[in-house]
């Protein structure tokens, strides 16, 4: 069971990357989220019952974890502190950058909202996911749309 | 830049992979940067109040004191510990529900949950303490005084408890309404 666990775990790791970017500042505290959300993703493991898909069941885990977990008070915003995978494209950076940089300003529950979204989740995934109606899905993306627009037209 | 087409940047950003042996690691609580934490910090408070209620009677008399005294004090440092287990365990386990909103509430319900038995404990420990070194001793209006004095320790314990636990709650409940909406 661990190794199965351990080999989906490196599959989909690029996922747990994604929120601890979102929810965190600093390299340190990144690294102290991962860890945090891989540990609580293998001891709920055994609930995992594959009646969704396995991406979706790590992000409710994943998000669950970021949001109840302790957060030291940070001030430091480390901007180049994580490099994500990078295309040899410049401008693919800055996009990915200031994508990041405008999720960040958000509030909590629309960061998890907007994540789910960019990965292309269906309103009633999301809806599942974060144990709200599908209505308040529709309404709340496109309030944190046009709130991200604001910010990348800047 | 439409929302959408960033979509791609999203879907498509990450960080340097770990290794799976990195990742192994991290299934186990001793590397749980948290859990490692109130770990050592649960070791300590276990040898301590191990030691104490090992050596309590015969260090301060226990011989000397009434049984419902003794068994008072043993009992009350059986419970402080039981309370720190459980406060692991609590951290231990942050997922509970079907939905983010839902663990979210479950999460914060166990918290406040928690922080009322916290002070409880506390409370019951310091009052098991006084009463356990006060039971032989023979009050004089001086030492009544002393002994209110120390009472005072209990308002200020359960006002810093009741402080750090309100906080703690608040955040899940911060948590839940912004993902609640």
């Known amino acids: 069971m661990k ?9 989909n790791q690029a996922l747990i990357h994604k929120v601890c970017r979102i929810y965190r500042n600093t390299r340190e505290d990144r690294e102290d989220l991962f860890q945090e959300i891989v540990y609580q993703l293998w001891k709920s493991y055994a609930q995992f019952r594959g009646e969704a898909k396995f991406s979706t069941w790590m992000y409710r885990i994943s998000l669950n974890t970021a949001l109840a977990s302790f957060r030291k008070p940070t001030f430091i915003y480390d901007r180049n502190a ?30 998890a909202l907007i994540a789910l979204y960019l990965e292309d989740m269906s309103y009633t995934e999301m809806a599942d996911i974060l144990g709200i109606t599908e209505n308040n899905v529709g ?9 991200i627009k604001q910010y990348l037209t800047r | 830049m439409e929302l ?22 991290m299934l186990n609580a001793g590397s749980h940067p948290v859990l490692r934490r109130i770990r050592i910090q649960l070791i300590i408070e276990i040898s301590l109040w191990s030691v104490f209620l090992i050596a309590f009677y015969n260090i301060f008399d226990g011989h000397q004191k009434p049984v419902a005294v003794n068994a008072l ?5 059986v419970l402080v510990l039981i309370h720190s287990i459980l406060g692991y365990k609590l951290t231990a386990h942050q997922v509970e529900g079907t939905s983010l909103t839902e663990s979210l509430m479950n999460y914060g319900k166990r918290i406040s949950r928690y922080g009322r038995v916290a002070i409880i404990t506390r409370v019951a420990a310091i009052l098991s303490l006084m009463i356990y070194f006060t039971s032989t001793i023979e009050f004089t209006t001086q030492k009544m005084l002393m002994l209110g004095g120390m009472l005072l320790i ?11 636990w309100n906080k703690r709650a608040d955040s899940i409940r911060a948590a839940y309404e912004s993902v609640a909406g």
Do not use: W
Not at chain 1, 3 to 11: K, P, Q, W, Y
Not at chain 1, 89 to 111: N, S, V
Not at chain 1, 141 to 146: E, F, M, V
């Open chain 1, 139 to 147: 309404v709340r993306i496109n309030r944190i749309k046009k709130k």
């Open chain 1, 82 to 111: 994580t490099v994500p995978d990078r295309s040899d494209h410049p401008e693919g950076d800055d996009r990915e950058e200031r994508l990041f940089d405008a999720i960040k300003m958000l509030e909590d529950g629309d960061k």
């Open chain 1, 3 to 11: 190794d199965e666990f351990l080999e989906r775990i490196s599959a």
């Open chain 2, 4 to 25: 959408d087409d960033l979509k791609h940047a999203y879907q498509h950003a990450g960080a340097e992979p770990k290794n799976t042996e990195a990742i192994r690691n």
């Open chain 2, 73 to 77: 004090l043993a009992l009350t440092v």
């Open chain 2, 154 to 164: 209990i308002p200020v314990q359960v006002f810093m408890l009741r402080k750090i």
